[in-house]
């Protein structure tokens, strides 16, 4: 440590004045000392206030560069001093030296950037501001063959990546171009995870989605698939799934996933539909979600429908209901859901039999499942009274969907579950349904379900009751009064920022009960009558009109 202490003394007379020869004795010790002992030597730097001499040091055309600047990135993997590297105002010189023709020069700045900007988003934005990523990218074009370079801008784009912030500065430069290009090249597996960690977040942006599907990575990735669908090694496995859900997200962006589909023709929508009914559970994974993302816009629906698609599908549901794997139930359900939202395609799903297929996972427990089963059944019967009333009458689904009203752990699967028991009866507009859904418990969920903050369940709620109250008053009776429903049509009609559309169906609601004595005692009780009269002055003209009417029943059964 003595040498050391006396290099650091050397060092701070020749940082002036000093020739390089001296200079270079000195940085040799320091490195031998922090290859030594990095954090003893490291705080003797600092407490000696020598980081100022390094920066006084910085010269782009000194032959000393590249051993100052691995001497800042040896030091730099202390966390303690990384802070003081910034105070000592390290990071623009050390910018400027990204400039510089020397690859040596190059590979130490690139360290000692990425080291001293670890792990802080607020260092990397500052690097981001200062103009990085570009000269970065440039660097990977121009030294791709330099393996410790090449692997320091990678290491440097990883971790720039994850800044929000950094892809717009990304999707103006060549990174797209620079990074297939030397996928291509690559043979390691190694080499190819480290630009997969690139890539992953990268395409996130879906500006880099697009400029990422022209420069032929998609290409790459079918043919890693290729070479690794059937192998068992722990790579193979690893690379499978790696390309595979990087095709998905690729397809997540509405410009690049339409350049892919072609119309339906395309090679790479034809390579995914040849996923779905392979052996290899990542494969059918991510095939089907492939699907699901093809099926984003009513025209891509419809065509994958007409050619078959929805077969494939159930196909692959029906091998994995019995212990099956749930990501791929998830992502199954999920291409059906999205595929059944074109009108003109619901009546050819259920044709298909979509709906019975999915009630074979009623049992299921997981509630990623239970999520999208009840969306695909309510997107199914969107419009299709028969099918409504087929499955509203179904004793085993109600009796679920009213267990599920119930799971307030999962929010999303009793919001659907709602949704869905309300939908049954909208659309079949059947008595039988109704008594079905009254039988198993369900009405009260509907009455809270009229409370929701969203406006979209609370009108879906209001209608559903109200058929109840107009096809079967008597049957529900009870259970509106046990669900205090003529105090929460009071509520939603008082409250100011009820919607239009929730004031009028409360009041359509509220005239259907008023033929009921104990719902008509409660009416009256809770003084409508004025409530509405102020309604009369409404400014959306139809529930002014129905307040009229409504206020007119109130007074002639009062």
Not at 78 to 93: K, Q, Y
Not at 290 to 315: P, S, W, Y
Not at 416 to 441: P, Y
Not at 540 to 546: A, C, G, I, W, Y
Request: net charge negative; charged share 20%.
């Amino acid at each position: 440590m003595d040498k050391l202490s006396d290099a650091l003394e050397k060092l701070k007379l020749v940082s002036t004045d000093g020739t390089t020869d001296s200079v270079e004795g000195c940085l040799d010790c320091l490195l031998k000392a922090l290859a030594n002992n990095n954090t003893e030597a490291s705080v003797k730097i600092q407490e000696m206030n020598i980081l100022h001499d390094l920066l006084a040091l910085l010269n782009p055309k000194s032959s000393c560069t590249p051993k100052i600047a691995n001497i800042i990135a040896e030091v730099a993997k202390n966390e303690f001093m990384r802070t003081p590297c910034v105070e000592a105002g390290l990071i623009p010189p050390l910018i400027q030296l990204l400039n510089s023709s020397d690859q040596e020069v190059l590979l130490q700045t690139g360290r000692a950037l990425g080291n001293i900007c670890y792990d802080s988003h607020s260092l990397q934005a500052q690097l981001i501001s200062m103009g990085v990523i570009p000269v970065l990218v440039k660097l990977l074009g121009i030294h791709s063959h330099n393996t410790a370079l090449t692997e320091m801008c990678l290491i440097a784009f990883g971790n720039l990546a994850e800044l929000e912030s950094s892809k717009e500065e990304f999707a103006s430069t060549s990174i797209a171009d620079e990074l297939v290009r030397l996928f291509q090249k690559q043979t390691e597996h190694e080499k190819k995870e480290m630009i997969f960690e690139v890539l992953a977040p990268l395409a996130e942006n879906d500006v880099i989605k697009l400029q990422l599907v022209e420069a032929g990575l998609v290409e790459c990735l079918l043919e890693v698939v290729t070479k690794t669908v059937d192998g068992e090694s722990e790579e193979d496995v690893v690379q499978l799934k790696t390309a595979s859900d990087l095709m998905v997200l690729l397809l997540l962006g509405d410009e690049s996933m339409q350049k892919l589909f072609e119309g339906g023709k395309g090679n790479v929508f034809q390579r995914v539909l040849s996923w779905i009914p392979s052996r290899n559970h990542q494969l059918q994974l991510a095939g089907a979600l492939a699907i699901a993302n093809f099926a984003r816009n009513d025209g891509n629906c419809i065509h994958m429908v007409d050619t078959g698609i929805v077969q494939k599908l159930l196909e692959l549901l029906d091998r994995h209901v019995e212990e099956g794997n749930v990501t791929v139930q998830h992502a199954a359900l999920s291409a059906l859901r999205n595929l059944a939202i074109p009108v003109v395609n619901k009546s050819k799903m259920l044709a298909a039999g979509v709906a019975d297929v999915v009630l074979k996972f009623l049992h299921s427990e997981m509630p990623p499942v239970q999520f999208k089963l009840l969306g695909t059944l309510r997107m199914l019967i969107d419009t299709q009274d028969e099918a409504a009333k087929q499955l509203g009458t179904n004793g085993k689904l109600v009796q679920r969907l009213v267990e599920w009203c119930q799971a307030k752990e999962h929010a999303g699967v009793m919001g659907e579950s709602n949704r869905l028991l309300s939908a049954l009866i909208r659309h079949s507009k059947s008595k039988e349904v109704i008594q079905t859904v009254i039988q198993h418990g369900g009405v009260k969920h509907l009455v809270t379900m009229a409370t929701s903050e969203h406006m979209i369940m609370q009108n879906e709620a209001l209608v559903a009751l109200g058929l109840i109250g107009g096809l079967d008053l008597v049957a529900a009776e009870k259970d509106f009064v046990g669900a205090n429903l003529v105090s929460v049509l009071h509520t939603l009609l008082v409250d100011e920022r009820s919607a239009p559309e929730i004031k009028y169906n409360s009041m359509v609601l509220l005239c259907s009960l008023m033929s009921s004595e104990p719902l008509h005692k409660e009416i009256q009780s809770l003084e409508f009558i004025s409530v509405v009269s102020k309604l009369r002055a409404h400014d959306n003209k139809t529930v002014s009109h129905q307040a009229s009417l409504t206020e007119q029943r109130l007074t002639a059964q009062s």
